[in-house]
């Protein structure tokens, strides 16, 4: 699938904040990790019980843990590292110790620490550590995924087109594109502010999310506007279904974030095999033309283009 293929290609930096869990550093320690990472990017949390720890890991979005282990490395850390692996999908625990060797070294690679430093070590090590562990999220989650909506970003967005067209081509399929556009987002951040124009996003992402199946491509293509891959659906298919995500936006209840304000959408939609075969960009470039359509209209509208 192009989705899967994509993730191999895709390096792309974002600035996000990063939460980072402490576990069982001693009080001195952590004051010094806690000044050294200063920064905006950075949200720490502490823990000092491997079992409470695991759960702060899940409910708190945990980028990195450093877990210090006092004089040996033990089988429950190691494990303990295999599963923070598993929650937060890359190696992610920096392990501290006194003592280490060989045979330890061996076992921290098959349970996927990200970095183990020796005691006494600099500080400048462990922050470099962290970084590096941070850069590595970065390159394979947010590379791909767009930080906000957790949705893909433009740039996956293209690339998965380029080989959903590649594989319309080669197999003689239908594809549909749709581009979503919010209206009149400009007054919903005017009247309410941009944090609750964000938690809409995130809102909208969920609704949209929720009404396609797992082999359409969702994307937040830039701002408030969203686009949706839709491989082997005819375009009376995807006329359908931008119908059926049009009306699923208006009758959706907003009143958690703005009180008696409706939200609609206007949608495009272009398609790959009528009225003749096209690229990626006249693809895009066909259902914007259908989105500025439907917002002359007057917008709330499924426009399909010419
Ligand atoms: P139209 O119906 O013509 O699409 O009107 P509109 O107001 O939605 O369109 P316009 O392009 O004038 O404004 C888009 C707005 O979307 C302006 C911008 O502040 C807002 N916006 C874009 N990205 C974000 C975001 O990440 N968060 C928030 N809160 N607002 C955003
Ligand atoms: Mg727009
Ligand atoms: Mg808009």
């Known amino acids: 699938m192009a989705q899967k293929a994509l993730a191999q290609n895709m390096r792309k930096k974002k600035s996000v904040s990063h939460h980072i869990l402490l576990v069982g550093l001693k009080t001195t320690l952590s004051k010094v990790v806690q000044n050294g990472l200063q920064e905006d990017d950075f949200i720490l949390h502490e823990e000092f019980d491997l079992t409470k720890a695991l759960k702060a890991i899940a409910r708190l979005d945990i980028s990195l843990v450093v877990l210090d282990q006092d004089t040996y490395i033990t089988e429950e850390s190691l494990e303990f590292s295999k599963r923070c692996t598993s929650v937060i999908s890359h190696p992610s625990v920096i392990l501290l110790t006194e003592n280490t060797s060989i045979d330890h070294l061996r076992l921290l690679f098959q349970h996927k620490v990200h970095d183990c430093l020796i005691k006494p070590f600099k500080m400048s090590e462990l922050f470099d550590s962290i970084k590096r562990g941070l850069e590595y999220r970065q ?34 399929r239908h594809l549909s594109l749709l581009m979503i556009d919010i209206d009149h987002f400009k007054r919903v951040n005017d009247m309410f502010g941009h944090l609750i124009g964000d938690h809409i996003l995130e809102e909208l992402s969920r609704v949209i999310q929720s009404a396609f199946r797992k082999t359409d491509t969702i ?57 003749g075969r096209k690229s990626d960009i006249t693809l895009i470039h066909s259902a914007d033309q259908a989105l500025y359509t439907a917002k002359k209209e007057g917008r709330n509208k499924v426009v399909l283009s010419r």
Do not use: C, M, W
Not at 163 to 171: D, G, K, N, S, T
Not at 246 to 272: A, C, M, P, Q, W
């Open 139 to 172: 390159t394979h989650i947010y590379g791909v995924k767009d930080a906000l909506t957790g949705l893909y970003n433009r740039y996956a967005f293209k690339e998965i087109l380029r080989q959903e067209i590649e594989r319309a081509q080669r197999y003689d």
């Open 219 to 275: 994307a937040r293509f830039g701002g408030e506007e969203f686009s949706i891959i839709l491989p082997e659906t005819t375009v009376g298919h995807a006329t359908l279904l931008a119908e059926r995500i049009r009306k699923k936006i208006e009758g959706h209840d907003y009143s958690r974030f703005i009180k008696k304000e409706r939200l609609t959408v206007s949608i495009g939609i272009s398609n790959y095999h009528t009225p």
